[in-house]
C-alpha cells in the first residue's frame, strides 16, 4: 500500500512579492485520497495547480513515479476551463484523440441527459463539472485532482459526483487529491487530511487518528493555559477550546469534557487559528 | 492536438481569404471606379493583408484558447510545453508559406508594377513580423496590445540592423555610404554581401524566438508580467550575445573590397586594403603607409611613380590624383579638384605633364575641362572644351598625347551614337574637330588609327593636319588597341599592334603590322589579350568551367601555353590580376606574384 | 438495508463503525447466512466512503470469520450460529456500558438504573 506516487520537493512560487508557495513538500502514496483545507489564497489551489503541471513553481520539484505519464493525471480546475465553444461531442472527441481513449464511455453523459450538439459553454457549472469528469475518468487516471468544484454543484449532481469519484477510486486504485472547505458530503472519503497556510502545510495527519488527536471542550469558564489548543472562541454563553495535541495523559491531568468533533470543525479551527495567529501578529 | 490546430489554421484561412477577396470586391461595387481592374485594386490591399496576416498568424498562436476559457485545460493536456509550441507553429508556418507563394504568384503575374513593396522589403517584412508576433506570442492576451508592441518590435527590429551594419561599417573605417544598405532590400548588393546581412538580421531575430521558446518552457497560468519577467531574463545576455554575433557577420560581409595587389615595375607588390593605407612588399621587406587611399587600380604606371585617381569621402567624387612613389615610400596629393567636378579615369603623363578630362558630375555635364597638371610645380592649366562637339555624349575617355613643332597637342575621344568624335586640344587652348571615327580610335607611332564602316584609316600629320595615308579594309571589324595603363605609351614604337573581334567562342585577334599595314589574322584565339611592352603580350584564358586560368605567348604566329593557374575562378576572394610588371594571383589568402616575361615567380618574405 | 448512517465525530474509526453496522444486520436478521453483500464499490457508493475504508471492514470480518470472499464473485455472509450468541452478548454489552457512561456522567445512580430495567421488563411483560 505504500508506493511513492509523487514526490513534491520544497516547492517554491512568488507572484509577484506575495509568496505563495512556501517550500512546500508532500508526498502522496498510490491509492491515497487526500484533502486539502486552508484559508482562502493559503496556496492550495496554486498548490494544486502544480501537481497539474498548469502552472510551474519557481523552485523545487515534482517527481511523479513512472506509472503516472502525463495522460495519467486528471485535472479538475476550479475554472473549469475546457474549450467551451466546442460541443459537448466534439470535446469528447478532441478530448479521446488526445488522451488516445479507444472507447469512450458515454454512460454518465447519457445520465445527465447532456446534448451532445450543445456547446459547453452552455452547460450549467454541474453539468460541465460532470461533463468534465466523466473525460477525466475516460483517461483512468492514476491521479484526479479536484479544486474546490463540490459546492457549486446542486446536490443530486453533487452525489452521482462523489458516485464517480469513488467508483473510479476502487476501480484504479486512483489517489486523489481535493482542495475543499466544505466537507459535509466528503469527509468520510479523505484518508489524510492536510491543512495549508501561507504556502506550508501546518496539519497532516491520517483522518482515522485526527479524530484522537483533536478535541473541543465546551465551557463557561477559562481552562487552564497549559492545554494546547489551536483555536477557542468566546461565545455569549460559553467558550469553546479546541485542543491540538490532545492525549489521555491530558485527561487526566485536566480532566474536562473532551468532545468529539466532526471533520468540518476540525478545519474550521485550523483554519480559525491562522486567523488568530494573523490577529495576534 | 495537431488535428486540431490544423482545423484551426484551416478556419483562420478560409476566413482571411474570404476578407481579402471580397473586400476590394465590395470597394469597386461601392466606388463604382469601374475603369480600374480588380486586381488592380486587389493586389495592394492583398500585401498590406499579407502583413497583417502575418502578424495574425503569429500573434494568435493563443487566442483561440485565450477567447474560449481553454488555457488551463490546455496546458493539463499531456504535452510539454514545447511540444504545444510545435503543435501551434507548425500549421501557422505553412499557412504563412502558403500566402506568401500566392503572392509570389500575384507577384510575377503582373503584381510587380502594383506591388506597394518591392518583393525583397515585403518579404523581410513579412517574415520577420510573422517571427516577432510569434516570439510576443504569450506575453499579452490583448489583441491589440500584442499588434502594437509586435509592429514596435519590428521597427526596432529594422533600426538595430541599421545599427549593426552602421557600427560595422564605422569599425572598419568604411564611409557609410559605400554601403547604402538599402540595396539589400533592392537586392542589389553581391550575394556574398547579401548572404552575410541576412545571417546578421537572423541572427538579431534570435533574441525574441530563443526566449521565446526558453521562457514558454515554463509558461504557466499565471499572470502575464511573470512570464514577461521571465522573458526579459532570458532576452537580455541572449540579446547581447547575438548582437556581437550579428555584428560579426555583418562585420564578415560587409567590406568594400578584399586587399588587392598590384605588381609595379619594379616588381614591388602594392598591398592595398580600402580605407586603412597601403603595404608595399620587396623582396624581405616592407613598407607600410597608412592613409584613406588604395592604389589596387592604378590609373597610370612608370618606372618611378604609380597613380591612382581617388575619391573624396563625403562627395563621393573621384577628384584627386595621388601618387607614390615607389623608392622613396611617399604618397602624395598630386591633384585636388572640386567636389562637385570628377575626373575621366585615363591619365595621360608627357614629359612632365598629367592630362586628363574632367566634367561636372550633376546637372551641367557639357561643362567639361582638359587639366593639365605640372607634375613638378603642381601648377594646373584647364582648357574649357567647346561643348557642342560633347553634348550629349560619353565622357571622354580616350587621350593621346604628343609634340608637333614643339607645341604640345592632346587627342581626345567621345562616343556619341555609336560614332567616335575625335579633338585635338592644342597647350594654348585651340580646339581641333580632327573627325569622326566608327570606332575608338588609337594614336601609336604618331599615327592616327581611326575607323570607317568597311576600313581602318591610318592618318599622319602633315603641315599640322592629320591626313589619311592609308585604307585598309577590315570587313572583319577589328578594333585595335596598344593598351592604355603605362605612362608615355606615345614615345614606345610599336612594330604590331593588334585587334580583336567576337568570335563564336574564343575571341579572334588580328595583328596589324604597322611597317607594311597589313592585317593578318591570326584566327581564334584562347584567352584576351595583355600587352607587356610594344612586342612583348600574352593572352590570358580565364576557364570558368575547368576553374583554371591560361598565360599563353604569341610566338612565331602561335599560342604557346606558359602556364597554367588552376583555382575557384568564380570565388570572389580568388583573383588573378595581370598588372604592368606581372601577375598577381591570390587564391584564398595565399598571394603569388610572377614576374613578365618569362612568369617566373617572385617571393616576397614579409607577404 | 444500511440505512444508517455513520458518525464521523466518533472517535471510533469509520471501518470499525461499517464493521458493526453489518454486525447489526447480521444479528437483526436482515443479512442471513448465506447472503450475498454489496461489493466494496457499491458499498462505498451508498456510504459515500472510501472504498479502502469498505475494503478494512470487509477484511476484518472475513478474519472474524462473519463474512466469506469468493474470488471474482464477491462477499457473502458466513457464520456459524453458535458465533452469534457471543457476538450478540459482546455487543449488548457494549452498548450497555456505552449507555451506563452516559447516564452516570448526567448524574443517575446504579439504583435509578436498576429501577428503570425493573419498570421495562415488567411492562414488556405485560404487554406480552
Redesign the interface.
Known sequence: MTEKIVEVENLKLN??RKKILDNTSLELQK?E?VVIAGRNGSGKTTFL?CL?????PDQGSIKFSEEV???K?G?I?D????????TVKKGID?HA???HIEDFDYTLIKELKLDLNQKI?NLSAGERTLFHLSLILAQEPEILLIDEIIHVIDPYLR?KF??AV??L???CQATVVMVNHTFS???????RVLVMEKGQFILDEKS?TL??KLKKVVSEAEISDEVPRIFQRELSYFREYFVYPFNEELRKKFPYDYK????NEIIKAFVGGQYVKKGNQ | ?L??EINDVLKQIVFFTAAVLLLPAFLIITTIISDQSYFSVFFPMFQFGLIFWAFFMGSSLFS??H?????????????SRLQLIGFKIVPRIIAVMIFFVAFWILYNAGGEDLAALSFISFTFTYFSLFLISLSLSASSQNFLVLFVSSLFSLIIYFELLSVVIFLVTRMKRIPYYRLNYRYFFTGELDPYLTGFILLAAIVLLLPLLVSFILSFK??????A??YNKRYLKFFTPIFIFCFIISAFFASQGIHIGYKQYYLTLDLKLIESHPYSGIKIYEHNKVHKIKGDFDFSWPSLVDNEYVYQIAHNKTTRSYNKIIRLNTSDYTVEVLYKGLSERSIGWRLQKYDQTIAFVERKRKKDFHDIQLVLVDEASKEVTRIPLEYKLLEKSYFPISIWTNKTEGKRFWLISTEKNWKNQILRIWEDGRIEDIGESQKAPCYVNRMLISYTEEDVIISMEKEGRFEAIRKIPNSQGFKFGTGYWRANLNDLTFKEIFGWRRGPTHPIYAKLNLENFEIEEIGETKGHLHYFSPDEYYFIEIDHVASEVKVYEYKERKQNLLKTFSFNTTEKRNRFRPCIGGIVFREGKKVRAYAFPDLKEIKFKKL | MFLSD?D????V??YRQVIYLIKLEILSGRLRDGDQLPT??EL??I???????VAKAYYTLENERFIESKRGSGNWVNYKKAKLDSLRRGMVEDEFRSFLETALSIGATIEDIKNLLKRYSDNDRKNR
Open positions: 507572484i509577484g491509492g485520497s495547480k497539474a503541471n498548469v502552472i510551474f505519464p502525463p495522460e493525471i485535472y480546475s475554472q473549469l476551463s475546457l474549450f467551451e465553444n466546442y478532441f484523440s488526445v488522451f459553454k452525489e462523489l458516485e469513488i467508483d477510486m476502487d476501480r458530503e466528503i469527509e468520510k472519503i479523505p484518508e482515522e479524530g484522537e468529539n468533533t466532526r471533520l | 492536438m488535428k486540431k483561440l484558447e477567447g474560449q476559457r481553454g488555457m488551463e485545460y490546455l496546458l493539463s493536456l499531456p504535452y515554463k509558461f504557466d497560468i499565471r499572470p508580467k511573470v | 455513520l464521523f465525530s466518533s472517535p474509526p469509520i466494496i464499490r462505498a457508493k456510504l459515500k466512503l472510501n472504498p479502502n475504508t
